[in-house]
Nanobody, 120 residues
Framework: QVQLVESGGGLVQAGGSLRLSCAGS????????MGWYRQAAGQQRELVGT??????IYSDSVKGRFTISRDNGKNTVYLQMNSLKPEDTAVYYC???????????????WGQGTQVTVSS
């Protein structure tokens, strides 16, 4: 099992910056993918971005403003959010895809979510 613990959410003014972190722990062989999703009130959960084997993927809505990075040794993923907009207001969830055997499949784990509120 993988447990994900997030931190860094809060209230910020439009145009400001915020940095989220999520640390993975538990029993697993490796965490192969880490990333972030978000869910605004009354909306579906949507992908923010992922990082895997050094490659990052971002949704168009955050491309150029958000940066995902990972500390592999600590199984921690970060989301640096710049030029924040009110439309970025959402609960942000980190996730991980972990394998439990060397050649086994990946299983997804989710963090508890952290609120990010951007005021205008």
């Amino acid at each position: 099992q993988v447990q994900l613990v997030e931190s860094g959410g809060g209230l910020v003014q439009a145009g400001g910056s915020l940095r989220l972190s999520c640390a993975g722990s538990g029993t697993f062989f490796s965490i192969n993918v880490m990333g972030w999703y978000r869910q605004a009130a009354g909306q579906q959960r949507e992908l923010v971005g992922t990082i895997s084997s050094g490659t990052t993927i971002y949704s168009d809505s955050v491309k150029g403003r958000f940066t995902i990075s990972r500390d592999n040794g600590k199984n921690t993923v970060y989301l640096q959010m710049n030029s924040l907009k009110p439309e970025d207001t959402a609960v942000y969830y980190c996730y991980a895809e972990a394998s439990y055997h060397r050649s086994g499949p990946n299983y997804r784990a989710w963090g508890q979510g952290t609120q990010v509120t951007v005021s205008s």
